[in-house]
């Protein structure tokens, strides 16, 4: 019984990290797409912090997991696109000057 409560648990945190993961995304998207620099930075830290929740509940997670289960938390899909976000993120931050 504890087995399927605890998977259970691990199931609705992995739905809430891939709900963050797009929110943080969509945030980085319009702060590409706006000219204002303020309004720019917002939604930069906005992401920002959504990317330091994603991180703390993925710990989370794998702390839960059984070390046995090899079945990524990621989607194949979602890990490329958080790593061209990523890639982006930088040059980004550094053309705000």
């Known amino acids: 019984m504890q087995n399927k409560k605890s998977q259970s648990s691990v199931g609705q945190m992995i739905q809430r990290c891939h709900k963050w993961r ?4 969509q945030y980085m998207d319009q702060a590409r797409q706006t000219a204002d620099e ?4 917002r939604l930069m830290q906005t992401a920002e912090h959504y990317g330091r929740i994603v991180a703390a509940e993925q710990g989370k997670i794998d702390s839960t ?3 046995r289960d090899k079945t ?4 194949a899909d979602d890990a490329m696109t958080s790593d061209d976000d990523d890639a982006g993120f930088a040059d980004f931050v550094s053309n705000l000057k």
Do not use: F, G, M, V
């Not at 990524?72 to 989607?75: A, D, R, V, W």
């Open 22 to 25: 797009q929110k943080r995304k």
């Open 38 to 41: 303020i309004e720019r930075e």
């Open 65 to 67: 997991r059984d070390p």
């Open 72 to 75: 990524p938390t990621i989607p």
